[in-house]
T-cell receptor, first 113, second 115 residues
């Protein structure tokens, strides 16, 4: 039972353009959502998070949008840079333990110069 | 802040052997997590500690797996009688949660290969 799904295994974008990564979840008890970035041979690195009381959170080039009715969130990266090329994981948790994360399968983002 | 440190980075073992991994969290973090990641999947929660107390274990953590965090500092994850299905990246993370959110800092992981 995949409670967090990233349906696009990969995404290719030109440098300077927008990257949009999508994530769907099924568990209505989730109320805290995060995006992590992972480079090869490294652990995941926290990127941005959003609480269920918000529908948007912005941090520099990164914006996360949450649509609770659709159980959908997305990560927008503007402008995309070659250094953004990595695997991006969507994750979710509930109030009982915010650190007990349920991850999606990941999306490989490639930003071409 | 030296980050979360995991040792060893790689471990190759034969089926049936026991292995032990170590995790040193960020020093002021009171929570420590273990996750497992297999190829093409996201990390899966295994267990977590608040200080020295192990508060939750996933059903993924069979009785061949045991984790400890003596004195609430570093943690060890031991796998007894390893099986080929145990081959995975084992990730440790630590955090200092607030009332409304928690940001996990991950180590680089230990890649286990069971032959």
């Amino acid at each position: 039972d995949q409670q967090v799904k990233q349906n696009s295994p990969s995404l290719s974008v030109q440098e300077g353009r927008i990257s949009i990564l999508n994530c769907d979840y099924t568990n209505s008890m989730f109320d805290y959502f995060l995006w992590y970035k992972k480079y090869p041979a490294e652990g995941p690195t926290f990127l941005i998070s959003i609480s269920s009381i918000k529908d948007k959170n912005e941090d520099g080039r990164f914006t996360v949008f949450l649509n609770k009715s659709a159980k959908h969130l997305s990560l927008h990266i503007v402008p995309s840079q070659p250094g953004d090329s990595a695997v991006y994981f969507c994750a979710a948790s509930g109030r009982t333990s915010y650190g007990k994360l349920t991850f999606g399968q990941g999306t490989i983002l490639t930003v071409h110069p | 802040d030296t980050g979360v440190s995991q040792n060893p980075r790689h471990k190759i073992t034969k089926r049936g052997q026991n292995v032990t991994f170590r995790c040193d969290p960020i020093s002021e973090h009171n929570r420590l997590y273990w996750y497992r990641q297999t190829l093409g999947q996201g990390p899966e929660f295994l267990t977590y500690f608040q200080n020295e107390a192990q508060l939750e274990k996933s059903r993924l953590l069979s009785d061949r797996f045991s984790a400890e965090r003596p004195k609430g500092s570093f943690s060890t994850l031991e796998i007894q009688r390893t099986e080929q299905g145990d081959s995975a990246m084992y990730l440790c993370a630590s955090s200092r949660p607030t009332a409304t959110n928690e940001k996990l800092f991950f180590g680089s992981g230990t890649q286990l290969s069971v032959l």
